[in-house]
Structures are given as C-alpha cells and as structure tokens.
C-alpha cells in the first residue's frame, strides 16, 4: 500500500514523535505508588463521614497486590486515590516519589464496566491511550495491533464493542491498558461483569503473560471482593475493614504460579481470609471480659443494618437449616455459587436478628434460628417481629412511632437523625433496608406518596 | 483461546487494515457525486440572492408567479440550514461554558430556562430593526433577522439537551478520559460529542421542525408599518393570502409538504439512522432507525474516500488542539481563592444585571411608566384561558386516538411518520384557509384564535402519546385481558398511568407553541379582512406594527412570566409526579 511505501521512505518518522520521554524501567522492589496516611471523607449533614482512615500502602515493582474487601469498604475509592481520579481529603499519594497533582501519569485503568467507547471500532478504542499522547497514527496503529495479538483479539480489531462478548470486551480493556505501558495497571473488579467460565478463562490467560516476563507493566493492582480471585492472582493481599475503611490485615501469598486450588497451602490461606472478612475487627480485646460492643450497647450509629431482604435471610436460613443448623460459610457459598459480596450482608443479618452466628469458619444457627427457618408464614413473621426489634433501627422507628401521639412520622425525621453518621446514599440504604424489614414484621407501614412512618395497627389486630 | 506467546513479525503491515475494501466505482458514487455536485450549485446560486441590495424606502413587493416556487423554497430552505448550523454551534459552545464553569453555570443555565419562555415572534422586530441597521442597503440584514428568528427557536431546546447529557456523562466515560489523560479537544470529540449525539440529533430534528413555523412567520413581516418581505415560501404564500388568491396559496401549501417531507427523508432520516451508533448500550438493539438514503450513500465509496482525504487535517487538528491542554482536574484547590473569585464573579455579574434592570425601569418611566404592564397582565388571562382550553380538548381528543394507534404495530407504522410531518408543518400556513373558514361560519375570532393555536400545538400531544402507548409493555396489557380488566377500568389502571410521562412531555411542548402561536393566530388577515381577538398575543403583535417598544417590551415579558409560571406551578409538578411514580 502507499503507507507502507511512505513508510519505508521515511524511517526516521517515528522517534520525532512526541512521546514523553519513558522513565528508566522500574527494577523489582523500588516503590512505584506509595499511599502516606490517606484519609478521605465525604460531606456529611454536620460532619465529615469517613470512607477510608488511615492507609498506609506501598505498591512495589514485580508485583501484584490485591484490594479486597466487602462491598462499601472503601476499596474502589482507594484505587481511584491511587490513580489521582480523586483527591485524598489528607495524607499523600506519589507516584515514584514525586506527590500526585492530578491524573496518575503511571496508571491505567480497567474498568469493571468495561468503559468501551461503543462508536470506535476496536483498534481505534485501543489507540485511545496512544492517540492522547500525541504518538503519530501509523506508530500507533502498529502498538495498538501488537497489544491486541498480545491479548487474544486479533481478527477482531475493526468490530464494534457491542457485536463482542463480555470476555471479549475486557480483553479490549485490558489492551487499550497495556497498550500505554503504564508502570501498573489498576483493575477495578475487571472480571466481576463476566460469568464464572469466562472470569475463570481471562485470568488464567492474564496471569500467564504475567508470569512469562512479556507484561508491559511493572505491577497489578486488582481490587476484587472475589477471595479466590485475591488468592489465586496476587503477591499480596490487602484486606480492608468496612466504616471506615481501613487496612485490617495484610497476607503475603508466597505460593507459586500457577497456583493449585486443591492444594492444602492454597485451601488454608483461602480459610484465613475468609476468617478474616467474616470476622468483627480485631480489637484489643482483653481475654474474659465481655465483646465491647453487645446487643445491649448497639445503637443505630455503630450498628447499620445489612443489605439484606427478608427472604434472602430467610433462605439463608433455610440452607442452612437443611444442612443440619450448621455450615462451612465458604463451602456453602461456592455450592450456591454466590459471591461473599453476596453471602456476607446475610450473615450479618442473621447474626444482629440472633438468628445465626458465626464460628470459626462456620455458620450456625441459634434456637430461634432454627425455629424461624421451620415457621410457616405467619409463625415466621411473629419470630421476625421479636427479633427485628433487636436490630437497632427498626426499634428506634417502631419506639419512636409508639411514644408520638399520632402513631406517625416522617421518613424525614428518621433521614436526618441518619444523615449525622451516614452519606445519603447510605443513608437510603439504611431506611430501605428498615422498611422492607418493619413491614414484613408488620411492626409499622410505610407510606411512599407521603413518606410517612406509622404504626401498623391494623394488621396486628383484625385483618381488613 | 490463549494469549499469543510469540511476537507476531510475520503479519501484515498494520495500515492495510485500514484499507477495506478495494475502491471500486459503482453507479452508487456516480449518483452521490452528481447529488453533491448539484447541492454546491444550487447552494450558490440561491446564496447569491441574499446579497441583493434593496432601499428601506422601498415596499415589499412578492411575484406570484408559481414558476418563481422552487427558488422561494430554496431560499427557505438555505436558511434553515444555515440556522440549523448555528444553532448546532451555539449549542456546542453555550453548554460546554455552562458544563464545564461551575460560575457560568449559575448564570448560563437559568438565563436559558428564561429564554425557552420567551416568545420568539415577539423579538423578531427587534431583531428586524437592528439587523437592518447593521447591514444598510443590503437583503443581507432581512436575511440575517429572518435566520435569527428560525435559530432562535432551535437553540434553547438542542442546547439545553446536549447540557444535560455533558453533565451526566457515564463516570467510567468520565475516568476513562482522565485516566488515560485525553486531551481536551479529544475528550470533547471522542467522548462527550459522541454520547450526546443521539439526544442533539433528535433534538435538532424538532427544533428543525419547529423552526418551519418561524421562518413563514419571519420571511413577511411588518415592522412599523413598513412591510418587509425576503423570497420565500413563506413571503409567496403571504402575498398571495393578500391577494386573496386560493389557487396559489394551495401551491404554496404543496410546496411546504414537498420541503418538509424532502428534508425528512433526505436528511433527517439518514442523520436519525447514523446517529444509532452512538447509542451507549453494549448489546445489539432490536428497533433500529433505518434509512433508505444512508444505506444508499454506505454503498458508495465516498465516505470512505472522504474519511482517507481529511485524515491528514484532521490529524493535524488535533494537533494543534494539543495546546488545549490535556483533560485533568487539579487534586488540590485553593479554598480561600476559590471564594475569593466566586465573591467577585458574582460581584460583576449582580451589578451588571441590576444596572440592566436600573436602566430598563429608567427607559419603561421615562416613555409610559411601569402601568405599562397593567394591560397585558389582564389580557393575558384571555390568552391563559385559550392555552388551558386548548390543552383540555386536544388531551380529550387525542390521548384516546394516540392510545388506540400506540396499541396497534400496524396504525403506528402508518401513523407516526404522518403525525411527525403534522407536527413540522407550520400551522400559520394555514391559517387563511381558517379565516376564510371563519368568514363563512361567523366564527368568532376569539374562539376561532384556539382552533388556529391549535393546529400547530395539538400534535405534540397525538405524537408523545402514541410514543408513551408503545412504550407500555406487551406484558402488561396480557395480564389486564388475563384478568378480564376491560373498558374504564382498564383506561385507569393501566392504559392512563402508562401514557402519563409522554403526555406530560407532549404537554409542556403543546402549551410552549400555543403561547408562541397566539402571536400570529390572534390577528389574522385574509384577503382585505383583518379579525383581531383579544389576548397578549394580538397585543404583542398590535405593538409590533405599531413599533411601540415599551409596550412589546411589557407584552414579550408578561408572556414569559405566564410561560414559566405555567410550567413551574403545573408541568413540572406533574413531570415530577410521573418521575416518582408512573415510570415504566
């Protein structure tokens, strides 16, 4: 073609491309991104609620580090803190040393939505990156299509995102990444929107480039609420507490790649993780003495309610109820193949309802568990209504509701007591998780159009 | 599949991929270049009449001839177009200050609710008087009033669209750019031009439409009582109204279904279908927008070829739109600095707000003094009353109508291109078949002026509730025959709550035009015979003739005040009530 023609007489084309001069390859070890005591906090009512407090964490050349943690830990916002998407509220991030002022220029994203421009064919989404750096259009032609063999795409450089599959879109993501040779690349849950198969395909074939030496970048960061994923990619994983975020425990995975999910080592690191998620935070705790936080002392600001429906919880129970009142937690999330993002919200509500609790790596449930789980509707609802009361916020509305004269209140009331501890979004959450459990107990109603609490007297007494 | 473990050395150059399919010529590039080739002609020739010099001293005087059509409705048709693009500029640069300022945000965006209200017609004068001066001696300056008037009821809407899809870009799209530090100028043509570009396209679609109304109302136009007239389809079929000449007016009436019809299909259409790959949805869709014209114009090699000839300019575009700088937020930002420039932003543009306002007053006392105001805000109330009963009948007539083709595949297919080219036809076209409707009946005006208002507005209603019918699941309306649900009952567990958000935006649209609409419908002339009703509309237009500025100033802002209070007291509180609650 006349390119190629033009090419071949003009060799000396692409080193006047302007190109910013690359940094001397980073040698296994030196500090690539380096967090110093990151807090970040959001706006609250009357205060700053924190999200992350407290973060200490040193992304090394050579190495693969995983951010796990349930959901609404902190852990995304961490990455995009790291990436310099977003700034810290204090403490500093740097990049090789030299404090971030905006965007990372040693990071790339991948997205766990993907993030493809749907109107750029394939080739062109990978030449994004390039494209923005000013590299000319046949150098970076050139690059795009060595990053696309590279990851398994080729025969697909001019289709359009929405004529691929899912694994075939975050294999575009993951070339239009690696394409710009970042120092590390940052994926944010890159295989939580693929199903099982897939997820399991595109990080067996990753992890294989990473281990043959021909990776363009110097160090992963995957965060992932997946604990198997944690454990079969990285080097090390750090785990996050919730409320705020912070770094609770870090394990250093020293098995080698690839790595056998049967073995003993791979199995026991999995259970101390999961020991480690499902757990309350460790605190000093001094041995005899009482937990410091027990039924008696949860109030609504230090006890949210979990992210769970009625009959999630319930058919947790059930599960477990059929398996003889107790379970391995991991073993029975993998039989459902739900995800501990998933499972964990249900756990907790079983354990503030009494109806469970957590030992070691098992799940067991308590007398009234067991009963709840065997009840037949309304026998269940009456068990729900007794316990439910136990769960903070559900009783702060039904007392609240019983001392004022008129028997109702306004969500808002509720919001704003809320809004001193919890962001908005959170604090939605928090009622809508009270709503669907105080009208399943039948404890009170709740009237959308004028949102509005109130007693649900009727139903207790004679049905309409 | 596994990732390749060797380096590919041995594949083909990377730009061949580029190539596609080899250039052959097919009859289909012949046709495309003679279209195109005919378009510049046509474009210059008919651009040369708008240089003509004319004297203000001069009357207007139209020919009749019908041979004289076809140039008219280029002349129409070239400013259209030529509003359209400046709509599509002005929208680019409008909402992209307001999106990406947070201080011009404050002002741009409520100055543009405002301007939305304001009645277009209601300037044109204005606008008439002070282009003329600009351009003395020349068509130039009628031409240029006559573009304003069409560009102005165009740009609010598409501008106001593509604002709200700047601001809620995807975050991933948002991070997406910043992460890989997207220069500015590629942010805005990558990013965020693209994931606007359906919501602008059909926006200006609209606007398009409505814009026909403008341009007959602003091509023969009297300004203190001098009539000024542009060639036109417009001016033609206004010099043969006064003439009283039926014959030709049907002419005109044709020509103007011909032009809508044309620009649909050879415009709008190809532009709707190629805007589909811009949708943001990563699967495949089932309905798409197809298009005749633009499977015609892939076919040719000319895209292609277009693409491969501006490739070297648009390379070095963006080049040069380096010097943009690259799109990237400061982590850090001096609170105390940003205070101080809020502090003085709003210092600067409060005071030149209130000297505007100082001024105005000064000017409105000095003429008349503020009881100016009194008359139009009684009047208004008539021209109210027509807008409320307008809406009430339309919405009786049409939502059963609307409902029933929504329901029906078949009638929607048949229906909805119809009622679209309804909607775009200028209703003041027909306006003197009305009056002479009216002579005959002994209608009065002042119930005649809602039927007139009517034609234009009423379509919104139809065309958003045949859209809100479809868009009721096929689900839905099986579980109501399962259940035997039939008859009222159906109408209000279903069929209403359903076509209530459609209706809504249908709504707010029918009652904007109806304002604008009483401009023209409230005096309307035919032949010798002028009915004037009463109502702000005949007083804006009264004052207009006459060149009464104080008076057209009080009328054009009564009208608007009307207008938003309309929407903000009843439409937007039911926009609200079909968000929360009737949303499919």
């Known amino acids: 073609m006349i390119f190629d023609a033009l090419r071949k007489l003009r060799p000396a084309r692409s080193p006047r491309d302007r190109r910013p001069p690359a940094p001397p390859r980073a040698a296994d070890g030196d500090v690539l991104l380096d967090a110093g005591n990151v807090t970040k906090s959001y706006a609250g009512a009357d205060r700053e609620l ?16 995983a951010l796990l943690g349930r959901s609404g830990s902190g852990k995304s916002t961490l990455l995009r803190c790291l990436a310099g998407l977003i700034p810290v509220s204090s403490g500093t991030v740097s990049y090789r040393g030299t404090p971030l002022t905006g965007a990372n220029p040693g990071t790339a994203m991948v997205f766990q939505t993907f993030a493809l421009l749907p109107w750029l064919t394939v080739q062109q989404n990978v030449e994004l990156g390039l494209e923005a750096r000013g590299v000319g259009a046949l150098e970076r032609a050139e690059a795009a299509v060595g990053a696309i063999d590279l990851i398994g795409l080729d025969g697909f450089e001019s289709a359009y995102p929405k004529e691929l599959s899912g694994g075939m879109r975050q294999r575009v993501g993951f070339a239009r990444a690696l394409v710009v040779e970042p120092d590390v690349l ?59 975020g912070t770094i609770r425990e870090t394990f250093e995975v020293g098995l080698e790649r690839p790595r056998q999910r049967n073995s003993a080592a791979f199995e026991e690191l999995i259970d101390r993780v999961y020991r480690t998620m499902t757990g309350r935070p460790k605190e000093p705790r001094v041995p005899g003495r009482p937990e410091p936080a027990g039924p008696e002392r ?23 109820a059929h398996r003889g009142d107790r379970c391995d937690l991991a073993d029975l999330a993998d039989d459902l193949v739900l995800e501990i993002d998933d499972v964990l919200p249900l756990v907790d509500a079983l354990d503030l309802l009494g109806f469970g609790e957590v030992r070691g790596d098992d799940l067991l449930l308590t007398r ?24 903070p916020l559900v009783r702060l509305i039904t007392t609240s509701l019983r001392q004022n004269p008129s028997g109702a209140l306004r969500a808002g009331f509720f919001r704003d007591l809320l809004a001193h501890h919890y962001t908005s979004e959170q604090v939605d959450q928090q009622l809508e998780t009270a709503t669907d459990w105080g009208r399943y107990a039948e404890l009170y109603a709740y009237d959308a159009d004028p949102e509005e609490y109130r007693l649900d007297e009727g139903a207790a007494s004679t049905p309409r | 599949m596994s990732f390749r473990t060797r380096t590919t050395t041995s594949r083909a150059s990377p730009t061949s991929r580029f190539a596609g399919r080899p250039a052959r010529m097919s009859w289909a590039d012949a046709v495309v270049a003679a279209a195109v080739l005919v378009l510049i002609y046509l474009t210059l020739r008919v651009g040369q009449g708008t240089t003509v010099s004319f004297s203000t001293s001069e009357s207007a005087r139209v020919d009749t001839d019908p041979a004289r059509l076809p140039y008219d409705a280029a002349r129409s048709l070239l400013r259209m177009f030529v509003a359209l693009a400046l709509s599509t500029v002005f929208t680019f640069v409008y909402a992209y200050a307001a999106a990406k300022s947070r201080r011009l945000e404050r002002i741009l965006i409520p100055a543009l609710d405002i301007l939305q209200s304001v009645p277009v017609l209601g300037f044109l004068t204005v606008a008439v008087t002070g282009f003329i001066a600009l351009f003395p001696g020349s068509m130039l300056g009628l031409e240029c009033a006559s573009i304003f008037a069409i560009f102005t009821s165009q740009a609010w809407n598409m501008t106001f669209g593509f604002y709200s899809s700047l601001t809620s870009l995807p975050r991933e799209l948002d991070e997406l750019s910043r992460s890989f530090r997207f220069t500015r100028w590629m942010r805005f043509w990558r990013v965020e031009v693209p994931s606007g570009a359906i919501g602008l396209v059909w926006n200006g679609m609209m606007s398009f439409g409505g814009g026909w109304f403008f341009l007959v109302a602003s091509e023969a136009i009297s300004v203190n009582h001098r009539d000024y007239a542009l060639p036109g389809v417009g001016s033609y079929a206004g010099a043969a109204i006064a003439d009283g000449d039926l014959a030709r007016v049907g002419w005109a009436v044709l020509t103007m279904a011909v032009m809508v019809i044309g620009v649909n299909f050879l415009f709008w259409r190809p532009l709707t279908a190629w805007a589909e790959k811009f949708k943001n949805e990563q699967a495949e869709a089932t309905e798409v927008q197809r298009s005749l014209v633009l499977n015609f114009l892939r076919r040719s090699n000319w895209p292609r070829l277009l693409g491969r000839l501006t490739r070297p300019a648009r390379h070095g575009l963006a080049r040069a739109a380096r010097v943009l700088g690259v799109d990237d937020r400061p982590l850090r930002i001096d609170p105390g600095r940003r205070r101080t420039g809020d502090v003085a932003f709003a210092a600067v543009a409060g005071a030149l707000i209130l000297w505007g306002l100082v001024d105005l007053g000064g000017y409105l006392h000095a003429r008349t003094g503020l009881g100016v105001f009194a008359e139009p805000l009684v009047v208004g109330l008539v021209t109210l009353g027509r807008v409320v009963v307008l809406v009430a009948v339309a919405t009786v007539v049409w939502v059963p109508i609307g409902v029933r083709i929504g329901f029906s595949p078949r009638l929607t297919r048949v229906a909805q291109p119809v009622v679209q080219v309804l909607a775009s036809f200028p209703a003041n076209f027909l306006f003197p078949l009305a009056v002479w409707f009216f002579l005959r009946t002994g209608l009065p005006i ?43 009952q159906r109408w209000r567990r279903l069929v209403l709550p359903g076509v209530f958000p459609s209706y809504v935006t249908g709504g707010i649209t029918a009652s904007g035009g109806a304002w604008n609409a009483s401009i023209v419908a409230e005096v309307v002339t035919f032949g010798g015979t002028t009915l004037t009703a009463t109502g702000l509309g005949a007083y804006i237009s009264g004052a207009t ?40």
């Open chain 1, 298 to 320: 949860r109030t609504y600001t230090n006890t949210p309610l979990p992210t769970a429906s009625v009959d999630g919880l319930s058919g947790l129970a059930e599960m477990v």
């Open chain 1, 368 to 391: 009234v568990g067991a009963a709840f789980a065997g009840a037949d509707v309304q026998e269940s609802k009456t068990l729900f209504a007794e316990a439910a009361m136990g769960a």
């Open chain 1, 186 to 244: 940052m994926m944010d849950e890159p295989f939580s929107a693929l199903d099982v198969l897939t997820a399991e395909n595109l990080r067996g074939e990753l992890m294989e480039l990473w281990e043959s030496g021909r990776f363009p970048t110097r160090a992963i960061m995957l965060v992932t609420h997946n604990i198997e994923e944690a454990v079969l990619m990285a080097d090390r994983i750090v785990v996050l507490g919730s409320r705020p």
């Open chain 1, 50 to 65: 924190p999200v992350l407090e407290g973060i200490d964490l040193q992304v090394r050349a050579g190495e693969v580090v």
């Open chain 2, 446 to 488: 002042d119930v005649g002026g809602i039927l007139l208002m009517a034609l234009g507005a009423q379509w919104y209603i139809l065309f958003n509730t045949i859209a809100g019918a479809m868009s009721i699941p096929t689900d839905l309306r099986e579980v109501m025959d399962d259940l035997g649900v039939r008859g009222a």
């Open chain 2, 545 to 584: 003739q006459s060149g009464n500025f104080p008076r057209l100033i009080a009328g054009v802002a009564v009208m608007s005040l009307y207008v938003v209070g309309l929407n903000r007291l009843v439409w937007r509180r039911l926009y609200r009530l079909a968000d929360a609650r009737y949303a499919l």
